[in-house]
């Protein structure tokens, strides 16, 4: 019966592995964008090609090109995408995807031979040319027809039936079909539009006319002035009136960041891009991708571009829930029918959450609880134990004081031990050592002790030592010789002392010191549990708090409800980063954080921390950066968490500087013993006292107790620091500013 079993599952394990070893379709595609490679959307766009060819069971490999068409007129579209065909011809791709109106039409229109020999699938194309298509019969795709009434009305439903709408396009071929294919939808259906042309006006025109300036806004210019500027006034244009997004260009995408006005999209170009563009119906970048996809799958497995026939794409409602949150919409005010994204789970699954945050709070304030009850236990048993072993010292010093002692003298250079001392270490007969036979005896770490005491024996009064000796060839133990020296009248010195053996007092000594130092951590420890007892329940406290009342009041208001939820959020974001400050320092603290070293140049940490902590400074403070432009040095250090500790001065200092400057950089510092190199954060901020810098570095010490943070980044800094065989340096003066430095060892390489 084992047998079989076994059998059975070599049989399927080698089915398993069959399977596995099944080699996908491998496939060539070149895909075509329209707009510049740096359009936020093509990442995801490009990735989600990637895995609906995954689904269909096909490995592509993509070759993208980008037409940006925003920078060419016709003439040069067409001969950029001649280039890049040629760029591909090698490549051999086949079967080309191409993405919305201006790629699909330069494409068809340039003329290449690739054009003719490949099939093409085209997808996001508002206004197809439908006599350009006609031409080819190697060309398939979905026409991306916009649907301004079903948009119209979604914002009618959304705002009310008086709303009046606008849009903004220019005079280029693709704006005409835009504006007469609105003129033809809403024909006679009583809406109230507005259709305004973009021009270029110079600014003392603009003033004549009697406009307000909004904004400016670049835009790119095709003539020979190079860049131009839009003066904008959507402050009295677009009042009252909601904003229908009709197409993507420098100028309109923007729109929505700079009116007050609701904004609507019929376009996915616009959608979900960190634009405030509250929703539309269209056909999504997820919808558009997978019919593109599918279609493409079909001709690479056998069918021809005649076969599938120009279809139009599926749309949808689609909202996104971070532009109604903000506009004032509640879930119960969005139709059924809608789809909407970005939701977070919070508010989709609110029961749920609710339930799950308060077992998280709940468990978490159970285990803090426990923790303390077992540390104070063990406090109470390190106690009791130091105790006891007070008493046993007091009580073995008693006994050695009132036991068994020998007698030793000194006589002519040499030590005479009683018959007793020699028996108690199991020899019989009675030894006379001289000193180099004693010497011999006295451990190697303590002869030059011995020496020392030797050469002022005859002229000292009293004395005692403390020595580990063997004198039996079985093992060093602790003697301790009491001796004194007396002059006779006759001019001699005589030597005679007690000799008592303290191993087993030292022994215990030994153990007291760790008991001590047990002690010692425990009430670190009780402290520690105490400080961070306080800092989790101020967090807790609020969550809990919070909790009970969204959970006990049901009559809430939404935006109640809405603050309570957001103090929630912020008091969990508070509490993970007091836990993960905790366990960071204790990995640090017991050596199990790794650290990878390499040889780094300070100019280049310098300048990277420079460019990437830029925009996290607030506007009305100078950011600088100091170099020592004499030398380069270089360290050998883990770059992660030096990178980690500097941006930590740089926080702390953004924090506490209200105006002025904050300043990064690195001096080197030369001496004829080492070289060293100080990085350094300066700031104008408002000090520290004295009596505080030697506290700064206290785990859990915050400057206000009010303010939010662990206490334990300056900690961690100083534990990586030392890890890294550097040290910090702090110089500060109130109401003057600070001075934070890192010093480590370094060379120069420059």
């Known amino acids: 019966m084992n047998h079989i079993t076994c059998l059975i599952y070599l049989w399927t394990l080698l089915g398993v592995c069959s399977a596995c070893s099944t080699p996908k379709e491998e496939k060539r595609i070149l895909v075509i964008h329209s707009y510049e490679e740096t359009y936020a959307g093509y990442p995801l766009f490009n990735d989600l090609i990637k895995e609906e060819f995954r689904k269909q069971g096909i490995h592509a490999e993509l070759f993208i090109q980008y037409l940006d068409c925003e920078a060419y007129l016709d003439t040069e579209e067409l001969a950029r995408m001649s280039l890049l065909l040629d760029s591909v011809s090698n490549w051999k791709p086949e079967i080309i995807l191409v993405n919305e109106d201006q790629a699909a039409y330069s494409l068809l229109k340039c003329g290449h031979s690739l054009v003719k020999q490949l099939p093409i699938v085209f997808?996001?194309?508002?206004?197809?040319?439908?006599?350009?298509?006609?031409?080819?019969?190697?060309?398939?795709?979905?026409?991306?027809?916009?649907?301004?009434?079903?948009?119209?009305?979604?914002?009618?439903?959304?705002?009310?039936?008086?709303?009046?709408?606008?849009?903004?396009?220019?005079?280029?071929?693709?704006?005409?079909?835009?504006?007469?294919d609105i003129q033809e939808q809403i024909k006679g259906k009583n809406i109230l539009y507005t259709d305004h042309t973009l021009k270029n006006f110079e600014f003392k025109e603009l003033l004549e006319k009697g406009y307000t300036v909004y904004t400016e806004v670049p835009i790119r210019s095709v003539n020979e002035q190079g860049s131009c500027s839009l003066l904008w006034f959507l402050s009295q244009y677009a009042r009252n009136r909601?904003?229908?997004?009709?197409?993507?260009?420098?100028?309109?995408?923007?729109?929505?960041?700079?009116?007050?006005?609701?904004?609507?999209?019929?376009?996915?170009?616009?959608?979900?891009?960190?634009?405030?563009?509250?929703?539309?119906?269209?056909?999504?970048?997820?919808?558009?991708?997978?019919?593109?996809?599918?279609?493409?799958?079909?001709?690479?497995?056998?069918?021809?571009?005649?076969?599938?026939?120009?279809?139009?794409?599926?749309?949808?409602?689609?909202?996104?829930?971070?532009?109604a949150k903000q506009l004032g919409f509640s879930l119960k005010e969005i139709?059924?029918?809608?789809?909407?994204?970005?939701?977070?789970?919070?508010e989709k699954h609110y029961v749920l959450w609710f339930i799950g945050l308060v077992a998280i709070s709940c468990s978490l304030i159970t285990v803090i609880l426990w923790l303390i009850f077992l540390y104070q236990r063990e406090q109470k048993r390190k106690k009791k134990a130091l105790s006891d072993l007070a008493n046993e010292k007091e009580t073995l010093a008693l006994a050695v004081e009132g036991g068994a002692t020998y007698v030793w003298t000194l006589e002519k250079n040499f030590l005479i031990f009683e018959k007793a001392f020699w028996i108690s270490l199991g020899i019989s007969e009675t030894k006379v050592l001289s000193i180099d036979d004693f010497t011999q005896?006295?451990?190697?770490?303590?002869?030059?002790?011995?020496?020392?005491?030797?050469?002022?024996?005859?002229?000292?009064?009293?004395?005692?030592?403390?020595?580990?000796?063997?004198?039996?060839?079985?093992?060093?133990?602790?003697?301790?010789?009491?001796?004194?020296?007396?002059?006779?009248?006759?001019?001699?010195?005589?030597?005679?002392?007690?000799?008592?053996?303290?191993?087993?007092?030292?022994?215990?000594?030994?153990?007291?010191?760790?008991?001590?130092?047990?002690?010692?951590?425990?009430?670190?420890?009780?402290?520690?549990?105490?400080?961070?007892?306080?800092?989790?329940r101020t967090p807790l406290n609020a969550?809990?708090?919070?909790?009970?009342?969204?959970?006990?009041?049901?009559?809430?208001?939404?935006?109640?409800?809405?603050?309570?939820?957001?103090?929630?959020?912020?008091?969990?974001?508070?509490?993970?980063?007091?836990?993960?400050?905790?366990?960071?320092?204790?990995?640090?603290?017991?050596?199990?954080?790794?650290?990878?070293?390499?040889?780094?140049?300070?100019?280049?940490?310098?300048?990277?921390?420079?460019?990437?902590?830029?925009?996290?400074?607030?506007?009305?403070?100078?950011?600088?950066?100091?170099?020592?432009?004499?030398?380069?040095?270089?360290?050998?250090?883990?770059?992660?968490?030096?990178?980690?500790?500097?941006?930590?001065?740089?926080?702390?200092?953004?924090?506490?500087?209200?105006?002025?400057?904050?300043?990064?950089?690195?001096?080197?510092?030369?001496?004829?013993?080492?070289?060293?190199?100080?990085i350094f954060v300066e700031d104008s901020g408002q000090g520290i006292e004295p009596k505080e810098l030697?506290?700064?570095?206290?785990?859990?010490?915050?400057?206000?107790?009010?303010?939010?943070g662990t206490g334990l980044g300056l900690s961690i800094c100083q534990s990586i620091i030392e890890k890294l065989n550097g040290r910090i340096e702090v110089r500060s003066e109130l109401e003057r500013g600070s001075r934070f430095s890192v010093i480590l060892p370094c060379k120069v390489v420059f």
Not at 301 to 314: H, K, L, N
Not at 508 to 521: D, G, I, N, P, T
Not at 600 to 620: E, K
Not at 694 to 708: A, G, L
């Open 123 to 180: 997808a996001g194309v508002n206004y197809p040319n439908w006599e350009l298509i006609k031409e080819y019969s190697n060309v398939t795709g979905f026409h991306d027809k916009i649907d301004f009434m079903a948009n119209i009305n979604m914002g009618r439903r959304l705002f009310g039936q008086e709303i009046s709408f606008f849009s903004l396009m220019d005079m280029t071929y693709l704006d005409k079909k835009i504006r007469n």
């Open 335 to 346: 139709p059924t029918e809608y789809t909407v994204i970005n939701i977070p789970f919070s």
């Open 694 to 708: 030697k506290m700064i570095f206290t785990r859990f010490y915050k400057h206000d107790e009010f303010s939010q």
């Open 543 to 678: 969550i809990v708090g919070f909790s009970t009342l969204l959970a006990s009041n049901e009559d809430l208001y939404w935006e109640d409800k809405q603050d309570y939820i957001a103090s929630i959020h912020e008091n969990n974001k508070l509490l993970l980063k007091l836990i993960n400050d905790i366990l960071e320092l204790s990995r640090i603290k017991s050596g199990y954080m790794s650290f990878t070293y390499g040889q780094y140049r300070v100019d280049d940490i310098i300048n990277n921390i420079y460019n990437s902590y830029q925009m996290m400074i607030p506007a009305h403070i100078q950011f600088l950066k100091e170099e020592d432009c004499s030398v380069i040095p270089e360290v050998n250090v883990d770059k992660e968490r030096l990178t980690q500790v500097i941006i930590n001065f740089l926080n702390n200092a953004c924090k506490f500087t209200k105006q002025g400057h904050i300043k990064l950089g690195y001096k080197y510092i030369p001496d004829k013993d080492k070289e060293e190199v100080e």
């Open 441 to 536: 005896c006295i451990h190697p770490d303590q002869r030059e002790l011995f020496f020392l005491n030797w050469k002022e024996l005859r002229s000292a009064q009293k004395e005692i030592v403390q020595l580990q000796c063997d004198f039996n060839q079985k093992g060093y133990q602790w003697w301790e010789f009491r001796y004194t020296t007396t002059c006779l009248p006759t001019g001699e010195c005589r030597t005679a002392g007690l000799l008592l053996n303290i191993q087993t007092f030292k022994e215990r000594e030994q153990e007291l010191e760790e008991a001590r130092e047990l002690a010692e951590k425990a009430e670190l420890k009780e402290s520690f549990l105490a400080n961070m007892s306080h800092e989790i």
């Open 242 to 323: 909601c904003y229908i997004q009709a197409k993507r260009d420098y100028t309109t995408v923007k729109v929505s960041n700079l009116t007050s006005s609701p904004c609507l999209t019929t376009i996915n170009e616009a959608f979900d891009m960190d634009e405030k563009y509250l929703g539309g119906y269209f056909t999504t970048l997820h919808t558009q991708v997978a019919e593109e996809v599918k279609a493409a799958c079909r001709i690479l497995r056998g069918e021809t571009p005649a076969d599938i026939p120009v279809q139009e794409s599926a749309k949808q409602y689609t909202i996104d829930w971070k532009v």
